[in-house]
């Protein structure tokens, strides 16, 4: 996370009243009012360019004029806001259509399961039906990884600021290198080894869970390869294969599905953030049919029947009826990855890697602090961007999907204006 200095009196009030836990509003020292496709507005009436889209939350942009309109006339008629899981319209809507747009042309098959709305309710569930299945307790997960704030799905994440916050020791989890993360060294044999290994000190686990590109990790992007060679271990071992795509999902990296272009078919799969389609908290945990052992109730939440979610989802799904969302999204992800080249070619100071893929990618900047003081002078410059990675050493880029290629250079301009500023102090 970016830190900028604050210097006005807007921020008075977040800092005698609100928890010291907070830690965007510290980034970005603003009073934001308003909102609009992949554009904000502070109350001083400042306009800032979107490379945020809340964490991944907003990949079709702030305010989506049909969303808007399908929520207020819902609200008008007074349909039902919060129904658990009870049967209702919204909700049928919308398993229809995620069915249809989404499940079948793809030739997939899984139950859809709703947790509680955000993305570690929907990797908590994952990781207790993986257990329940096969009657292990262990999973694997790997260097970088983070799934999430409570308990479990702490225990499978890596950043160690993040575990140390739980104050109790993390267990039935074995870590092990992502893809290339080990210097010259085969992960897939590694993890092999372990497996067959009897004293090795890893027990057959219940699961793999893995994000098929890293986002706050550091946006590390897996080999289609790689991912194919766990699924291949996944299923050699009886373990189940668990994706999350809370982040990387839902259009992010040029596909629905992150995991699309490897070809693999997950046993189950964890959707948030942007599967609300405008933002309102939702999850979805998808599962293969012969997987689904759950007794009624036997894992629920209060918030997993939020109807207007349901409905801006749905909505949101039209973007999918046809190939030219997706066309739109890998054309601009390639715009991106052009100007990604050129910054790290034109500023050799910034020692930087090209990252990512879709419209998730970012510069890794191996420089202390160097990408933390980048973005705080976009900030200043009008430019929502934040930093990811162990050490915050990643400029971290996730535009709305729906940004057009104005927004995209108007934004990219920013930032190379804000790495040379910082560069000639």
Request: proline fraction near 4%; charge should be negative; hydrophobic fraction near 40%.
């Amino acid at each position: 996370m970016t830190t900028a200095v604050i210097n006005n009196d807007k921020m008075k009030t977040f800092e005698e009243v609100e928890s010291a836990v907070r830690s965007y509003s510290r980034s970005w020292p603003t009073v934001f009012e308003r909102a609009k496709g992949y554009k904000l507005w502070d109350v001083d009436g400042k306009e800032y360019i979107d490379f945020f889209a809340g964490a991944g939350a907003l990949n079709y942009g702030h305010n989506n004029t049909a969303m808007q309109e399908k929520m207020i006339e819902y609200i008008k008629e007074d349909g039902i806001l919060h129904s658990l899981d009870m049967g209702t319209t919204p909700r049928k809507a919308f398993l229809e259509k995620f069915r249809d747009t989404i499940l079948t042309p793809r030739n997939l098959d899984y139950k859809i399961m709703f947790p509680g709305p955000t993305g570690t309710n929907t990797v908590e569930s994952a990781l207790k039906i993986a257990r329940k299945v096969t009657g292990r307790d262990t999973v694997i997960n790997f260097t970088n990884a983070f799934h999430g704030m409570t308990i479990g799905s702490l225990s499978v994440t890596g950043n160690s600021f993040k575990r140390h916050g739980a104050g109790i020791p993390l267990h039935h989890t074995s870590t092990m290198p992502f893809d290339e993360y080990v210097e010259d060294q085969d992960s897939i044999a590694y993890i092999e080894k372990f497996l067959e290994d009897n004293g090795s000190g890893v027990a057959l686990p219940a699961a793999i869970i893995l994000e098929t590109v890293q986002g706050e990790g550091g946006i590390n992007a897996a080999r289609m390869d790689w991912l194919k060679k766990i699924e291949s271990i996944c299923r050699r071992w009886d373990i189940l294969l668990i994706i999350d795509d809370v982040q990387a999902g839902c259009g992010r990296t040029g596909t629905f599905f992150s995991f699309e272009p490897a070809g693999i078919k997950p046993d189950v799969v964890c959707l948030s953030k942007s599967i609300g389609g405008a933002g309102l908290p939702m999850a979805i945990t998808l599962i293969k049919p012969e997987y689904d052992q759950w007794g009624p109730g036997e894992h629920n939440g209060t918030f997993r029947g939020n109807n207007l979610a349901f409905l801006a989802a749905t909505e949101a799904l039209s973007f999918w009826e046809t190939d030219e969302f997706e066309k739109e999204i890998n054309k601009n992800a390639s715009l991106l990855r052009n100007t990604i080249d050129m910054i790290i070619k034109k500023y050799p100071e910034l020692k930087g890697e090209a990252r990512g893929r879709g419209l998730m990618q970012g510069i890794g900047v191996h420089v202390e602090d160097l990408a933390n003081e980048i973005c705080a002078e976009a900030f200043k410059r009008g430019l929502i961007v934040e930093t990811s990675g162990a050490k915050d050493e990643v400029v971290k880029f996730l535009p709305p999907l729906i940004i057009d290629e104005e927004g995209l250079n108007k934004g990219l301009g920013i930032l190379v204006d804000s790495i040379e500023h910082v560069l000639s102090k």
